[in-house]
């Protein structure tokens, strides 16, 4: 049997219908089409071109308290630390702000953009395997919330800066649980061959040993097992009920415990998932970890950016395929569309599925027929859909990837020397351009020729 096409998974793609239906913030005007919240994108198109990014921070903030109410109702004393990749752009991280989230952090430039943002410091954690000398001296001197260590070595590298320093760490230890969050294999990281974490039978010992290493204060114990989890919550049940063990084995040792961390990784429908809701993952919490009497803390980052937003692309032209072979049949259709892999990377990555929608009124009644949707990038990876049930489609004519706020703009490139895509937020019925478009002199700013290359002759663009 053929493997399936990558791009063209099996059983039917949801309808344009059922993708509007479950995405309450998109809706179909009858004369201004495709809109986000009261905004019709055919509007933000004009006002900024295309590609484009569009957030509705009517989303973020529904979804923001959609997840706080989950966890209040299931009687959890929970912080959430939004995880900061998944969408990084200030006025995203503003929205979330104002909602009381904190940050989950994995850079420096990620802990300035939490700070710049008006998150505090008190509300900041910083994850990852590999943190520089650089970024772990300004977690500690913006003496931010918590520090996930991830092994043996890293504590004892921080615990000896911040000694010199004459600082106090406060470190969690974030253990790898192996578990199988049945993800794609790129986003999880649960599994004991994963770079993540520290082995559960070390965790005791080595938990010990930060509480007499100099310069730390242990507070708690971390997992995070992956990304886009759809598979129910039994893989999050799983590694909670190792964490409460965990947390078990460390009191009886008379060491301290102030606060259990349980990653992020809940699952969005992109096509016909059905990710288990905040409230399963609340009750998976609950059943788990709530007998500790501990606050617990939650690093959503998909579940809250990935559904509010969209990135917007015009068409450039439709091309036939080349005669198929055998002879007969009928030739591919290609939809060549003006974003490409360089903006949204998730289907090139991951052979994600994303929704795509024409904002014309008109072509959500028209006749539908198969068509890949592709970038112009010189890579066959620059595919965004095979087969994908489109109507006719003109040059200009608009169309948006779906379920796009998350791991969209955070992982874009310039690769072609295409310059980064602008980003807008929509809020009820006004909008503002909350990042411009990269100018082609950005594309050339800080490079210069070593003075031995004589310089081109003047002329031409520049
Ligand atoms: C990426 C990441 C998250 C967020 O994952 P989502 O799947 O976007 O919720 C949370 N915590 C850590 C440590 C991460 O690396």
Known sequence: MAAPLPLAPQGEDPTFAELLAGRPHLSLHPAEGLRVEEVPLARIAQAVGTPAWVYSAGALRSRARALKAALSAAGLDAGIHYAVKANANLAVLRVLAEEGLGADVVSE????????????????VFSGVGKTERELRLALAEDILQ??????????????????????????????????????????????ENKFGVALAEAPALYAR???????????????????????????????????????ALRAAGLPVERVDCGGGLGIPYRDETPPPPEALAGAIRATLGGLGLPVMLEPGRWIAGPAGVLLASV?????????????????????????MNELMRPAMYEAWHGILPVAPAAHAAPLSPADVVGPVCETGD???????????????????????????????????RPLAPEVLVDGARFAVVRDRQPHEALFAGQRLPPWIGAPAPGGVS
Do not use: C, W
Request: charged share 20%; glycine share 10%; no cysteine.
């Open 109 to 124: 430039g990620e802990l300035r953009a939490a700070r710049r943002s008006g998150i505090p410091a008190s509300a900041i």
């Open 147 to 192: 520090i996930n260590l991830e092994s043996a070595e890293e504590a004892e590298r921080l615990s000896a800066l911040a000694a010199s320093l004459g600082r106090v760490a406060r470190v969690a230890l974030r253990v790898n649980p192996d578990v199988d969050a049945r993800t794609h294999a790129k986003i999880t990281t649960g599994r004991s």
């Open 210 to 248: 930060l509480a007499a290493l100099p310069g730390l204060r242990p507070v708690g114990v971390a997992v995070h097992i992956g990304s886009q989890i759809t598979a129910g919550v039994s893989a999050f049940r799983d590694a909670y009920a190792a964490l409460a063990r965990l947390v078990g």
């Open 316 to 340: 450039i032209l439709q091309k036939q395929g080349a005669p198929p072979v055998p002879a007969g049949g009928p030739r591919r259709r290609f939809l060549v569309v003006d974003a490409a």
């Open 383 to 417: 595919t965004f859909a095979r087969g994908r049930a489109l109507p006719a489609m003109e040059p200009g004519d608009l169309v948006a990837f779906l379920d796009a706020g998350a791991y969209g703009a955070t992982m874009s490139s310039t690769y072609n020397l």
